[in-house]
């Protein structure tokens, strides 16, 4: 199996949490929401947690894979107007803030498109950026974002689902950093129950790869990061952090009561982790 190799903090992280034998806690968040400034305070907080790497959502005002939690951060963050630009530019400020763990920048292609592919990947790796997942870009037509990245030392991850199939081992044949393996059909959000036969999936995708695996979509509590981290390298929380900022954003949009929004967002991904 042809796999692109690269060399960035992505394999470093994974390299790390094998020789530790745990998963990697990947906790996504919208840039931006509620508002620029917290979200360099929300990162810190996230990897005093153990976070071992974080998924940099960027907002969009039609994001096709995303349920109604990060479709409402999206709109948060959008009354701010940032733009991809911008959430690379926030990236920079948290690295310089002294945020170290891995970024991977999370977007439509329309955005990344529109910008020009090549200014985005070279902007996002003179930031700190180590890879970019774009749900909506194909693996067939991802040839010339795949090339801008490996140029830029940048991994683009895909993305695998149930009913990916026969795709499976062509999409893991060209990976490169980590796969992205979708747990449930549908949009993004919190969920009680996964897809029939998800471990089966999931025992598919790593016959088939010889890179890190990671679970995300629906992803929400304790019992189920548990479930998940004996299986799979890496564990994204997404909606269930996003909904915790929701709920501490009053206090996180003000500067004076911003500590007690960021004690919420701690408490709630310390239990997440069952510490």
Known sequence: ????????????????????????????????????????????????????????????????????????????????????????????????????????????YNPVLQTGIELVMQEAAEAGISGLIIPDLPHEEDGPAREACAKHGLHLIPLVAPTSEQRIQRIVSKASGFIYCVSSLGVTGMRAQFHDGIDQFLNTVKQAASLPIAIGFGISNAEQFKRFSGICDGIVVGSAIVHQIEKSAPLLDSVAERERGLEQIREFVLQLRGQ
């Open 1 to 108: 199996m042809e796999s692109t190799k690269v060399n960035n903090a992505i394999d470093e992280a994974f390299a790390a949490s094998r020789k530790r034998g745990e998963a990697l806690f990947m906790p996504f968040l919208t840039v931006g929401d509620p508002e620029p400034a917290a979200t360099i305070e929300i990162l810190k907080v996230l990897e005093e947690c153990g976070a071992g790497m974080v998924e940099l959502g960027v907002p969009y005002s039609d994001p096709l894979a995303d349920g109604p939690v990060i479709q409402r951060a999206s709109e948060r963050a959008l009354r701010h107007r940032i733009t991809i630009r911008q959430c690379i530019a926030i990236a920079k400020e948290a690295r310089e803030a002294g945020v170290t763990i891995p970024f991977i920048l999370f977007s439509y």
